[in-house]
């Protein structure tokens, strides 16, 4: 779900709002009952560091430095957590 932000023309209140996109849009202040307006925002986005594999895709069978030379969490050497291959 997508989240808005709205000001109130009256008191000046900046808050945000998780809505649905076909949701109508907020039309009155939560502290003083104003009236608001959506402020456009700069949007959000995600980045996909690495090669993009995924372990659990391959059943966990490149989750270990002995085989793929790295661990699940692309270290090249163990950080001591079970998922990364075992003992520390």
């Known amino acids: ?20 996109i076909r949701d109508d849009p907020v039309s009155e202040c939560p502290e003083c009952r104003g009236s608001v307006r959506r ?10 560091k690495g090669a993009g594999e995924s372990s659990s895709r391959q059943g966990g ?6 085989q793929a030379g790295r661990t699940c969490c692309g270290r090249e050497e163990r ?6 291959g075992g003992e520390s």
Do not use: H, N, W
């Open 1 to 20: 779900m997508p989240t808005y932000e709205y000001e109130c023309a009256a008191c000046g209140l900046r808050f945000e709002r998780s809505q649905k």
């Open 79 to 84: 950080c001591g957590k079970p998922s990364c």
């Open 61 to 66: 069978r490149d989750c270990s430095l002995e």
């Open 39 to 48: 402020l456009l925002s700069s949007g959000t986005a995600f980045v996909i």
